[in-house]
């Protein structure tokens, strides 16, 4: 019996000791949630514009929000943290809570060097961009049988005259239908998977001024509603038209129910909610004191399997640049040749220059040689003229690839091949790939994707000229044939509308 009143005795503890730890769980629970409180204000620039998109995080947490196209937000935190507010293009801002329920805050533009930000849940992760590259010093002719061409005649025409070499050219942005209709083909679906690009849901965007005139340089970002940390499917500017053709399966195949348009213009910003299944937006805005200057640049396979028609092509630019439209203001040429690792160079670059004298002089002394296995070093060459000091403000940006391979298949290529067509489309600069012969269907694929990514065009070279080794038959219902050289002045004019 003494045993059994021990017993209850102790039972009847522990019961009240887990009473008291349920009350003070309880208690402790509700004095942190009493110490918590909702947070809401308006974010804005410093001309009292709403900035959709701004990250907003509890710093030291997890917590985390973004802005509406009004600006607005609102967040669960204690009156001892901090909120740190944070958006591309703008300078970290942290703000003590304290007792106030209403935190409003101004965000001020970083005038920084620019730097690629890649949005890691609610923190940002920055990398500078590489300006250099290590030159192999290896000598050239790895491999036997490979065309070595010091500026001699590899076919034996001798005289090499502008004029001679044909192309033709494949607008994808413009025949949008067809360009869907091909890459659901089995053959490029493939292409399409190796290399990450998804370009079928296309999104026309127009800026004008109150007069019907194209706004051009116009920020645009497109922004998806699955996106939590609400990081852009896209950003690019507008053309010299005031338009941008954006994707919104740039990043992957994305199906949001509805989007975010925004367009940022003369430090003002204007944004529009839209559904999915809206192909063309359209905003209006006050006048643009217009620029007329004109960047081209020339980035060149120099490797040995380009030596049939690289004498020709070097003629073709030099009348090219001679032919450069005088109703341009400035116009400022820039060139960029590579070739291989354990080639004599990898990448050889001549920054922009107004004097179109040196350009040519530099043209005259690059020769095709090395190389070896199919693929070429495309990416060590795109990722060197990203670099290369672009006018921002230049009514248009023009990036002209001739190339015969395609670069090497490795996750690194790929994710730097990425990279560069993302600053490419956020800078405003017009990929157009030029394609010699020897170029197989993933060469021109991936120079499509290249072209339509950046609102470019894709060219090809023909084998109506009779120079040159056999040319692939493009991949496209038609085309008209004409002189490589009239081609790209005509396509410069059209993009710099003179």
């Not at 300006?131 to 192999?136: D, F, G, N, R, T």
């Not at 399409?192 to 645009?220: M, S």
């Not at 120079?467 to 059209?494: A, F, M, Q, W």
Request: net charge negative; hydrophobic share 35%.
């Amino acid at each position: 019996m003494v045993f059994h009143d021990r017993l209850v005795v102790n039972l009847k503890t522990v019961s009240i000791m887990k009473n008291q730890v349920l009350l003070f769980l309880l208690a402790f629970c509700l004095q942190v949630t009493a110490q918590e409180h909702l947070v809401s204000g308006v974010v804005t620039d410093a001309t009292n514009t709403p900035i959709p998109g701004v990250n907003v995080t509890v710093k030291g947490t997890s917590k985390g929000t973004t802005t509406n196209f009004d600006g607005e937000y609102s967040i669960v935190a204690q009156k001892d943290q901090t909120l740190v507010f944070s958006f591309i293009g703008f300078k970290t801002l942290e703000v003590k809570i304290g007792e106030s329920k209403t935190v409003d805050v101004q965000m001020e533009e970083s005038h920084e060097v620019l730097e690629e930000v890649v949005i890691m849940g609610y923190g940002t992760k920055k990398s500078e961009r590489s300006l250099s590259y290590a030159v192999s010093d290896v000598v050239e002719g790895k491999v036997a049988g490979v065309s070595v061409t010091r500026g001699g005649d590899p076919k034996g025409y001798g005289n090499y005259r502008s004029g001679t070499l044909t192309a033709g050219e494949i607008n994808d942005i413009e025949n949008f239908d067809e360009w869907q209709d091909i890459i659901r083909e089995k053959e490029f679906q493939k292409i399409k998977k190796d290399w990450g690009f998804y370009l079928e849901n296309k999104l026309i965007v127009t800026v004008k001024d109150k007069n019907g005139n194209g706004i051009n340089n116009a920020k645009v970002s497109l922004y998806s509603a699955n996106e939590l940390a609400n990081t852009p499917e896209m950003t690019a500017k507008t053309d010299v038209f005031g338009k941008s053709i954006l994707f919104k399966d740039a990043k992957c195949n994305d199906n949001s129910d509805y989007y975010y348009v925004q367009v940022i213009h003369n430090d003002k910003l204007f944004g529009k909610k839209i559904k999915s299944n809206v192909k063309k937006v359209d905003f209006s805005t006050e006048d643009l004191s217009s620029c007329n200057n004109l960047d081209i640049m020339f980035t060149i396979d120099a490797t040995g399997s380009m030596g049939d028609e690289m004498e020709y092509l070097k003629e073709e630019l030099r009348d090219i640049i001679g032919r450069i439209d005088n109703n341009v203001g400035e116009k400022r040429i820039a060139m960029t040749f590579y070739r291989d690792e354990g080639d004599e160079y990898v990448v050889k670059d001549f920054d922009f220059t107004s004097n179109l004298n040196e350009a040519q002089i530099n043209l005259n002394k690059q020769y095709a040689s090395g190389g070896g296995d199919y693929e070429e070093a495309v990416e060590k060459a795109l990722k060197m003229a990203m670099s290369k000091s672009w006018n921002e403000n230049a009514r248009a940006r023009l990036m002209f690839l001739l190339l015969d391979a395609p670069p090497h298949l490795t996750e690194e290529n790929i994710e730097t091949i990425h990279q560069q067509i993302k600053i490419a489309q956020k800078d405003g600069i017009k990929i157009i790939p030029v394609v010699a012969s020897g170029a197989d269907k993933t060469v021109e694929m991936l120079m499509r994707f290249f072209s339509i990514s950046t609102n470019g065009t894709y060219v090809f070279l023909t084998d109506d000229s009779g120079v040159g080794n056999p040319h692939l038959k493009p991949t496209t219902s038609k085309y008209e044939v004409e002189k490589l050289n009239d081609l790209i002045v005509r396509l410069i004019k059209k993009y710099a509308n003179v």
